[in-house]
């Protein structure tokens, strides 16, 4: 533990201490936490690794806590990578993962970067915890608060799915509905941020909270063996989970944990809302805000990603592409990977699958590539998102007759009545 060594600017390099500040004074880049890889790399292996418990604090080494005793700890992370030959083979592809994050303590992989800020909070010794949520972030910075016994303030946008808010409200946090978009919330919570002693996950915390982001790229490594894979496919709303996906594998590289590594990072974003697919399409390096988010894919509707550039880099970087499926092929991906896998996520990763299913039809990514889907969110806290695009149940009497006319009808193969029944 304890092997950072301060924050630096992600563009100049300049260096600050371990405090709570974002931004660089010099150049406005964001900041990014500097470790002593070298120390790490005396310290850590896959032994040791191995030896940690069945959670993110496996790879505490490489996370910006400095006291064990300010971990908050509800049993995030070191979720299943499952692989799904069913998706595979119905795609034409090879070898598929799905690394479920959906089963995460509050169904999403919020939950990682929550974990560091709520923990670094302690450290800072902040009265209170806070985020701009697109829905996820709230739920996850919600419990890890009330586990932490501290206040939390999650600031909203209008018509977020109710079983998100309910989840929020259940831990105990205090629930600002803002009336516009997430991008109106997020800038009155940054205000509040920087006149106020809250910490804040994604805004004044975020070089710490970003940091539980890349957790996902180690344990996918880990899962294969301590092998990166050969392409990554990611939801992106803010970016920040992307860029940490790079961050991540290169640290690995660089404290000696996998040799080498050549993965395509790519992203995947909802056709209603994706300034960062529209600019990785076109060649560009300046994203244009989208104004007024419109798509189902609600926990990625961020209009003006704050690591929007940083996740274009990544993605040129690492000669991966990005794909922007519309809200139809969103709902079919969130059905395929359910019947296929038995793997029930929200429209986010029915967008990383529609992605998916695109990208091989138009030749960029080849069959033979392995391929691990990023699975960040769980759909039964999205229902009324996917419920009008399915078949209504069966009514039936309360009789086996009934029952029977209905199995004639639908004509279920090898489904048949026992002699004499
Ligand atoms: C927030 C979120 C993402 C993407 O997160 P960023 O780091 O902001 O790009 C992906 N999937 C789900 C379900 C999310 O809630
Ligand atoms: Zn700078």
């Not at 409200?169 to 997430?182: F, K, Q, R």
């Not at 805004?203 to 092998?227: D, H, M």
């Not at 392409?231 to 996906?245: D, E, F, R, T, Y």
């Amino acid at each position: 533990m304890a092997h950072v060594t301060g924050l630096r600017c992600r563009e100049c390099r300049e260096s600050y201490p371990k405090r709570l500040v974002h931004a660089c004074s010099l150049c406005f880049g964001p900041l990014d936490v500097a470790y002593d890889y070298e120390a790490i790399s005396r310290t850590i292996s896959k032994e040791s690794i191995a030896k940690g418990p069945p959670t993110l604090w496996r790879y505490k080494d490489l996370l910006p806590i400095e006291q064990e005793s300010s971990i908050v700890d509800i049993g995030v992370g070191f979720t299943p990578l499952l692989r799904a030959d069913n998706l595979a083979r119905e795609l034409g592809l090879k070898e598929v993962y799905v690394k479920n994050d959906s089963v995460n303590p509050t169904f999403s992989f919020k939950d990682r970067p929550s974990s560091i800020a709520v923990s670094k909070a302690i450290e800072f010794g902040s009265p209170a915890v806070g985020a701009a949520s697109t829905g996820n972030l709230s739920g996850a910075m919600a419990a890890h608060a009330a586990k932490a016994r501290l206040p939390c303030f999650i600031f909203v946008p209008e018509g977020l799915e109710s079983s998100k808010i309910a989840q929020t409200l259940s831990y105990g946090a205090h629930v600002i509905e803002v009336s516009g978009t997430y991008d109106q919330a997020n800038r009155l919570a940054t205000e509040i941020a920087l006149t106020s002693n809250i910490a804040f996950a994604n805004i004044n915390v975020r070089p710490y909270y970003v940091e539980g982001s890349k957790t996902l790229a180690f344990e996918v490594c880990e899962q294969l063996g301590w092998q990166a894979p050969q392409h990554i496919i990611v939801p992106v709303a803010s970016g920040a989970l992307l860029h940490a996906a790079w961050r991540g594998l290169k640290e690995l590289e660089e404290v000696g944990l996998i040799d080498g590594w050549s993965t395509r990072i790519s992203a995947a974003q909802a056709e209603g809302c994706s300034p960062i697919v529209q600019a990785l399409l076109k060649g560009a390096n300046e994203i244009t805000p989208v104004e007024t988010p419109d798509t189902i894919c609600k926990s990625l509707a961020i209009g003006d990603p704050a690591d929007g550039y940083y996740a274009i880099r990544a993605v040129r970087a690492t000669k991966g592409v990005g794909s922007a499926p519309n809200d139809e092929q969103i709902l079919e991906g969130v059905r395929l990977l359910a019947k296929m896998e038995g793997v029930f996520t929200e429209p986010a990763g029915g967008t990383a699958v529609a992605a998916l299913k695109q990208l091989v039809e138009d030749g960029k990514i080849e069959r033979d590539e392995q391929v691990v889907l990023y699975i960040t969110g769980n759909g039964l806290k999205t229902q009324e998102s996917i419920a009008p695009a399915l078949p209504k149940p069966y009514q039936i009497e309360p009789t086996i007759e009934s029952f029977r006319q209905l199995v004639d009808k639908l004509q279920t193969p090898r489904v048949k009545w026992l002699e004499g029944m």
